[in-house]
């Protein structure tokens, strides 16, 4: 049985980088997964894959709405795993002083790297994304400035912001997600990074566990998930906060970024700043 589809085109330089990211925009609210993939370096020359359900029949249409001159090819994916097949065989990715990579490539870690390995599994975040990227690099620069002694990861998926807070600090992190399957397989990411006794995973949708209420506040709270959660999530941001505290909000496109600051300033917070990475942007704001 066919389930999914792989539409995929090839192009070069910017139009192909411009065309991702409008794509990204295009099939934000179908949730597929889009993947960019170098193929020739020299070249510039990339593939662009969006993985569709093989039902619906407007996906094609829509990439040749925002490409008309290109070429769409489509691959029936039988029963395939997605996540697995998408993310086998991508590079290591640089932000800040951390490497994220997989178990292959874990000799290309340099003197100073501080290494993350996570292998494409169920959970978000390889760190091939731009929003784990951007709170990656602004996690290492608060971390060195502010010092924070009690941190949240808040939708941690496969903890690798929580695997990095707890490897630069070496204090406790508490891992949360909505979705337990997520809260697995950050423990489990955890105790393969040798952090395992110091990332506490807890099942919560938001703030709404003991565990989170008990920890609290925090010095550091870092939510890589969407603009409108964040947004509904900003007054118990304030309350789950030290004065002084810092939060790193990631998941935000462009676009959004004036409406969630706005948001976080209502309940008096003070915007530091903004990193753009890949048309998304991650915020840090201090309350
Ligand atoms: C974009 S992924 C981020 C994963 C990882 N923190 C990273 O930066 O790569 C968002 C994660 O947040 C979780 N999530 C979404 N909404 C949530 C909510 N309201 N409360 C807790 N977790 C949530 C999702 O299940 C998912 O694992």
Redesign the pocket.
């Known amino acids: 049985m066919v389930d999914q589809v792989r539409l995929f085109v090839v192009g070069e330089g910017k139009a192909v980088r411009d065309l991702h990211r409008t794509l990204e925009t295009l099939f934000e609210e179908d949730g597929y997964p889009i993947a960019l993939v170098e193929l020739d370096e020299a070249a510039d020359r990339h593939e662009i894959s969006i993985y569709a359900d093989a039902e619906d029949e407007t996906a094609e249409e829509r990439i040749r709405s925002a490409a008309p001159d290109t070429e769409i090819n489509r691959e029936d994916l039988p029963e395939i795993d997605w996540v697995t097949a998408s993310l086998q065989g991508l590079k290591p990715v640089r932000a800040g002083r951390f490497l994220v990579h997989g178990h292959h490539d874990r000799d290309r870690l340099q003197a100073n790297d501080i290494g993350i390995e996570i292998e494409a599994g169920l959970?978000?975040?390889t760190g091939h994304?731009g929003?784990?990227a951007g709170?990656l690099t602004v996690i290492g620069e608060i971390i060195r400035r502010e010092n924070p002694r009690w941190m949240l990861?808040?939708?941690?998926?496969?903890a690798?912001?929580a695997i990095a807070m707890a490897k630069l600090t070496r204090r406790p992190v508490l891992a949360?997600?909505?979705?337990p399957v997520?809260v697995r397989v950050a423990v489990e990411n955890a105790r393969l990074n040798h952090v395992g006794d110091l990332v506490r995973g807890k099942t919560?949708?938001?703030f709404a566990n003991n565990a989170i209420a008990a920890a609290a506040p925090f010095d550091l709270i870092?939510a890589?998930?969407?603009a409108k959660?964040l947004m509904r999530?900003a007054p118990e941001m304030r309350n789950h906060l030290v004065p002084g505290g810092s939060v790193i909000l990631?998941?935000i496109l462009q676009r959004q970024r004036n409406a969630v600051i706005a948001a976080y300033v209502a309940q008096g917070f003070r915007h530091v700043r903004t990193l753009p990475l890949e048309g998304w942007v991650t915020l840090h704001l201090k309350r």
């Open positions: 959970a978000f975040g994304h929003t784990t709170c990861d808040l939708g941690t998926g496969s690798v912001l949360t997600d909505i979705d997520a919560a949708v938001g870092v890589n998930i969407l959660p999530l990631s998941g």
